[in-house]
Structures are given as structure tokens and as C-alpha cells.
């Protein structure tokens, strides 16, 4: 176990190392921040930064002097730079599942050869390898980059020959891959814990609803069966272990109108779904993220509460945040980031139930005022 007082050491300023700091500083230990951002989210937050690029050599030795342990809070960072940290200091999780995660033809493989069941894909690479995908798949699909896409960017639905032309020459240069569409009833995701001595532990799995490819509203737990969400909890541990994860991973998936639960995606950081957890847990995603990377015993991700989490993207949504800190019930978090540009994420919301009291429509809701939570796990949809 790393004693109180360690320092660990995170690559990325955003707002998940932020909250991963202040889950450290609980626990009794330092953050030390590797940014490319002076006054980002996570270096207000941190004992130290270390201002530099993700595969700069010196900056990535300096920034492992300052540190007794090394992770990561997003995927969009360099694999070859995580191996030379790897290194000067323990990385957790291995930059071995950061590179599959990082490329979705090396994530699908990897999914697919050990059983688990995705939407239908195929590689692309050229215009030709795209007819082929487009007749073994079918049209519509979603055509994404392999790397470097999130929040809807780096894809492109296409509905006819000539939309998926046009995509190719706005995507390209670089591999991607063709998505088939699937006709899920919901998407849901699971964030699992796994320390280095074997223990792990799963958060109840999630219902997740997107808008504009950016995740809106996570509801905890996902209206789902019961028998469905075991199998989902079931199968982000599988992944989990599957990879030999030390640390978090967050296990994205849909499920198909007849209960079939395909993995979409897997994260192996803290998960934008996972923040309902910080107050309807004992211990949320980010103490069970340092717990893990520290080595420090995992308590089991039980819940207190139900929860909707609503995230605040934009100038739009920031302009509910007087009304927010106004109204009882709901429970802010501020990024701290100092402009709100569109698309943006600036901070999320909470609000808490009794456990198996979800309401709808939800409190949140009437306090956005422009929200109207769907029923239940049913709305048709798409890749996100």
C-alpha cells in the first residue's frame, strides 16, 4: 500500500483528474498533475503540476520525479509517452490497455476474440474497403476515426453510397471503421474496480442518454430487469479481467430490444457516468480509482441513494447554474474552468432518491426547466 503522504502522479488537467485530486487528497495522499494547461480543472486542485506535452521526454521525466505512482484521467494521451513513464515509475492501468483502448479496431478485436459480442464492424481504409464494409454491413452505419474521437466527434451516420463517400474524405487520412446501426432499447455502462492483489468491485449499471453525442443524463440505476443488469455488471468484470486491469474501467454498452448486450465502448479511467457515485456512494468512482492505483484495500461500490446526474455543457446549460445553487436538493460541481464554450463540459448536477425511488419526471428536471426525461429504457438510437 502507498503511505499517506505519497504523491500520485496523473496524466491530464481535465475535470476527471479534478475529481480523482480531491478523491486523493481524501485519502491522504498528493496529486501531481502532467498538463498542457497552466490553469486547468485539475492543476486548482493539486499539490504540484508539471507543464508540458504528453510525449515530451523531459517533461515526462520531470513530471515521474515528482510522483511515487502514475495513471491517467482520459485516453487522448500519448501510449509511447506512458511507456517511458512506465519505466521510471508503476503506471496504472498498464499503458498496454491504454493502447487498446485508444484504437477501436484494437478494442473490437480484443472484445470480439474474447467473447464478447459488439455492434458489426468492418476496417476501412479506402474507398474500396468501404463498398466492401457497406455491403457485408449495411447502410444505415456510423463511420468513425480509429483514435482520438469522443463526444460525437470523429464520426459521421451515413444513410446512402454518397454520404459515406463524403465522410471518407472528411475523416481520412488514417484507418477508421464502419459501425453497424443497432436497434438498442438503451445504452448503459458499468464501472468496475480491480486492484493489483485480485479484488474487484462493481458500481450497479447505469442508463445513459446523449444529446448531440455528448452524454446529458446518467439515471442509477438503469431501468432495466434485474436479470439484465446482473449480466451487464457480469460482463464488465469479464473485461476487466479479460484485460489484467489495475485501476477503473468504464464498460459502455446497449441493450438490444431482446435483452443482447453489446459493449459499445470501454474507458480505462474515471467515466463521465460514473459521477453520480461521489454522492450516492460511500465510496465513488474516484476513491475507488486511487484506491486501486495506491494499492489500497477496494470497499465493495455499493449505493445509499439513487441518483440523475445532468451534465452542464456550454454557455446554455451554465445558464442555469444561479437557479442550480438555488434550489434545494440539487448538488453542484464546478469544473472550474473559466470560459463555456459550446460543447463543452463545465460541471454536472445531482440529485438524489431513495433507494428504488426514481421518480419522473425527475426534480432535475423542473429546476433545468427545459428537460423532459424519457420513460424507461426505450428510446431507439445510435452509436455515440
Not at 305 to 328: Q, R
Request: contains cysteine.
Amino acid at each position: 500500500m502507498l503511505p499517506p503522504g505519497s504523491t500520485i502522479g496523473i496524466v491530464g488537467g481535465g475535470q476527471l483528474g479534478r475529481m480523482s485530486a480531491m478523491a486523493a487528497a481524501r485519502l491522504g495522499y498528493r496529486a501531481h498533475i502532467l498538463t498542457e494547461e497552466v490553469d486547468g480543472p485539475a492543476a486548482q486542485v493539486s499539490a504540484g503540476i508539471t507543464v508540458g506535452g504528453y510525449d515530451d521526454p523531459a517533461a515526462l521525466r520531470a513530471f515521474a520525479a515528482a510522483a511515487d505512482v502514475i495513471t491517467f484521467e482520459f485516453e487522448n494521451v500519448s501510449a509511447e509517452g506512458l511507456d517511458l513513464l512506465a519505466e521510471l515509475r508503476p503506471v496504472h492501468p498498464s499503458p498496454r490497455i491504454l493502447g487498446i483502448s485508444q484504437d477501436r479496431i484494437a478494442e473490437k478485436t480484443f472484445l470480439n476474440a474474447h467473447g464478447v459480442v459488439t455492434a458489426p464492424w468492418a476496417a476501412v481504409t479506402d474507398m474500396a474497403s468501404l463498398y466492401t464494409a457497406m455491403g457485408d454491413i449495411g447502410l444505415p452505419a456510423i463511420l468513425k476515426t480509429t483514435r482520438l474521437g469522443y463526444d460525437g466527434r470523429g464520426q459521421a451516420r451515413v444513410t446512402t453510397r454518397a454520404e459515406a463517400e463524403a465522410a471518407l474524405a472528411i475523416l481520412s487520412p488514417g484507418p477508421l471503421v464502419l459501425e453497424g446501426m443497432v436497434d438498442f432499447a438503451c445504452e448503459i455502462s458499468v464501472v468496475v474496480a480491480c486492484s493489483s492483489d485480485g479484488q474487484m468491485a462493481s458500481f450497479d449499471p447505469v442508463e445513459n442518454r446523449h444529446a448531440h453525442g455528448i452524454l446529458d443524463l446518467t439515471f442509477a440505476p438503469a431501468r432495466i430487469p434485474e436479470e439484465t443488469a446482473d449480466r451487464a455488471a457480469a460482463l464488465g468484470r469479464q473485461v476487466a479481467q479479460a484485460l489484467g486491469l489495475v485501476g477503473l474501467l468504464a464498460v459502455e454498452m446497449f441493450v438490444d430490444r431482446d435483452g443482447t448486450l453489446r459493449v459499445n465502448e470501454i474507458a480505462p479511467r474515471p467515466h463521465n457516468s460514473g459521477h453520480w457515485t461521489i454522492d450516492a456512494c460511500p465510496a465513488s468512482q474516484f476513491e475507488m480509482h486511487i484506491r486501486a492505483v495506491a494499492g489500497l484495500p477496494l470497499p465493495p461500490a455499493t449505493r445509499h441513494s439513487d441518483a440523475v446526474m445532468k451534465n452542464l455543457i456550454g454557455p446554455d446549460d451554465m445558464a442555469f447554474w444561479p437557479e442550480i445553487l438555488a434550489t434545494p436538493g440539487l448538488i453542484p460541481h464546478h469544473y472550474g474552468k473559466a470560459e463555456a464554450r459550446p460543447g463543452r463540459k463545465m460541471a454536472h448536477v445531482t440529485r438524489l432518491f431513495p433507494r428504488g425511488g426514481l421518480p419522473g419526471p425527475f426534480g432535475i428536471a423542473a429546476a433545468l426547466g427545459r428537460l423532459s426525461p424519457p420513460e424507461g429504457c426505450g428510446a431507439s438510437g445510435e452509436p455515440a
